[in-house]
């Protein structure tokens, strides 16, 4: 199983968890969450980061890629609670710890995103107010929170509308209004007809008058 195909069968398990937890979220909301922790984490398969930015540091860790005091607070928050830091359980519960506000500063960000507009608009926002990420690749969030979207609808979720950024179309070319004072203008090959019967009526009556 790849990293997709992974996060597909992963995301819409704990979206509906996550839209359970904090009703005042959507769907949108729900796969924009879960696409910033899909890029941060390669579909939710790869906990450990790969290259930390500090060298020398342990990096991050888990789907958010908790990094340097949070990461000592998640792994503290496991080892109380005897879960395992790599499952996917103790990553959600510690995401529903951060925002909740039960651990850490992070309680704000629910309503980051429900005040942002649009798919692409509330994976920025979860990014700024819960990740604060120093490198944002926001094309690669979005297109997480494009897969988590799809994979919800294909799990027979209710997703409602889905704003994407899209290339508004033109406006259709103005078209004037016909004026009501000047009267409808008729077929320009009426008078054509009038003169043809004219002339059968002509040739009608000659037909008809004796020769003297």
């Known amino acids: 199983m790849n990293a997709e195909e992974h996060f597909r069968a992963v995301a819409p398990v704990y979206m509906r968890r996550l839209l359970s937890d904090f009703p005042s979220l959507d769907a949108q909301g729900a796969a924009a969450i879960f696409g910033n922790l899909g890029h941060e984490s390669i579909g939710l398969t790869k906990l450990q980061e790969i290259k930390p930015t500090v060298k020398g540091s342990r990096g991050g860790y888990g789907w958010a890629q908790w990094t340097g005091p949070r990461r000592r607070a998640y792994e503290d928050y496991c080892k109380r609670n005897g879960k395992d830091p790599a499952s996917d359980e103790a990553n959600y519960a510690y995401l529903f710890v951060e925002l909740k506000g039960i651990e850490g500063s992070e309680a704000g960000s629910i309503a980051q995103v429900n005040s942002a507009t649009g798919l692409q608009g509330k994976v920025e926002a979860f990014e700024k107010a819960f990740l604060r990420a120093g490198v944002k690749h926001y094309d690669s969030r979005l297109q997480w929170a494009r897969i988590a979207v799809d994979a919800f609808r294909e799990a027979g979720e209710p997703t409602g509308p889905i704003i994407l950024p899209t290339t508004p179309n033109p406006p259709p070319p ?28 002509i040739l009608a009556f000659v037909a008809f008058v004796p020769i003297v």
């Open 174 to 201: 103005d078209i004037p209004s016909p004026d009501p004072r000047q009267p409808e203008k008729k077929g320009g090959l009426g008078w054509l007809w009038l003169v043809a019967v004219a002339i059968v009526a």
